[in-house]
């Protein structure tokens, strides 16, 4: 991520232990691909609100049967002006059908009715620790070590969840429902599993190509599901505001936010990259904070703290 994505998902490259990192050369690529991730963390933090008042005029399936579409013809047309788009080969075809069902169908589901009812800002805290989520998991399958300072990135990680999700139980909590916190919690655990199953696939036909064939396919089954719902909308009482909110969310912050995101990785490098993630919680938090009126407790304040400590602690570990 990616929106993983929200939103598609956001894109989670494996970090790079920072001894090992090496100096940037300073040049008009790496300053435009930092300028193109700062740009990637201000659509991402904005999303979550843009979903929230989306979804006041459109049920959560049929929102994202009308913005994973567009996403994927957009992101297809980015890849086609680069020239012709790859495809998968052999049983991989398999692979990638149930990776894009599982990482962007089953994903969204869990996330659009989550968010629904979840606060926007909180909702952002919970999906921040999928990195972490991402390397337990990576470890369980044997794909990498955890040490002793990735186990201390788990605990403040998941202890900061515990603060978000019970804090905002509360008086003065806002009032969203548990099951709601929860279903982001998996949410974040289904692309975990995406994004450990995935790796293979990434390294043999590359990061960007293997996630628009999983976005098509989910965009398919998200269409698919929401059928219902279209079906059953009065698009005469859709405003202009929430149509702007699906392009939004489909062209923006799915198709460029991902373009800009993989720019960012080829020329600054994972581990400079991942760091642009930490942003997103923050700055959706404070988003939402000023356009929807969602003001986190003092509780729910330390659990982002220790969250964004958290997985800024993971991220400095192999």
């Known amino acids: ?53 989306a979804l006041v005029e459109l049920p959560p399936l049929a929102f994202n049967a009308l913005r994973f579409p567009l996403a994927g013809i957009t992101l297809y047309l980015l890849l086609r002006s680069a020239g012709p788009v790859p495809l998968p080969q052999g049983a991989d075809r398999w692979r990638v059908l149930g990776l894009g069902l ?35 998991l990576s470890a369980a399958v044997g794909h990498e070590h955890v040490g002793p ?4 990135a788990v605990a403040a990680t998941f202890g900061g969840m515990a603060l978000v999700v019970l804090g905002g139980q509360l008086p003065g909590g806002g009032g969203a429902p548990l099951w709601a916190n929860l279903l982001m919690l998996c949410a974040s655990a ?3 599993v995406y994004t450990v199953g ?10 960007l190509a293997f996630t628009a064939w999983t976005l098509w396919w989910g ?4 269409f698919l599901t929401g059928i219902p719902q ?16 699906v392009a939004y969310s489909g062209v923006l912050s799915i198709a460029l936010a991902y373009s800009l995101w993989y720019y960012g990785v080829r020329h600054l490098g994972n581990t400079r990259t991942a760091v642009f993630n930490n942003l997103v919680p923050v700055a959706a938090l404070a988003v939402a904070w000023a356009w929807l009126g969602e003001v986190p407790t003092a509780f729910q304040l330390a659990g982002a703290a220790v969250i964004i400590a958290g997985v800024s602690l993971g991220g400095r570990t192999r």
Do not use: C
């Not at 089953?106 to 989520?133: C, D, K, N, R, W």
């Open 1 to 53: 991520m990616a929106e993983r994505e929200d939103l598609a998902p956001m894109p989670t490259p494996s970090p790079t232990p920072a001894p090992l990192i090496p100096a940037l050369r300073r040049g008009p690529l790496v300053a435009r691909a930092t300028l193109g991730l700062a740009l990637v963390v201000v659509i991402w933090a904005v999303n979550f609100s843009v979903i929230k008042v």
């Open 102 to 136: 599982l990482g962007n169908m089953i994903y969204q589901i869990f996330f659009i009715t989550g968010l629904e009812h979840a606060h926007a800002g909180i909702a952002s805290l919970l999906l921040a620790g999928t990195p972490v989520m991402t390397a337990i």
């Open 149 to 152: 300072r990735m186990w201390a």
């Open 190 to 192: 289904s692309w975990a």
């Open 198 to 207: 995935s790796s293979r696939l990434i390294e043999r036909y590359g990061p």
């Open 219 to 222: 965009a398919a089954g998200l």
């Open 230 to 245: 279209l079906l059953s909308l009065d698009f005469a009482h859709v405003s202009a505001a929430t149509w702007g909110g």
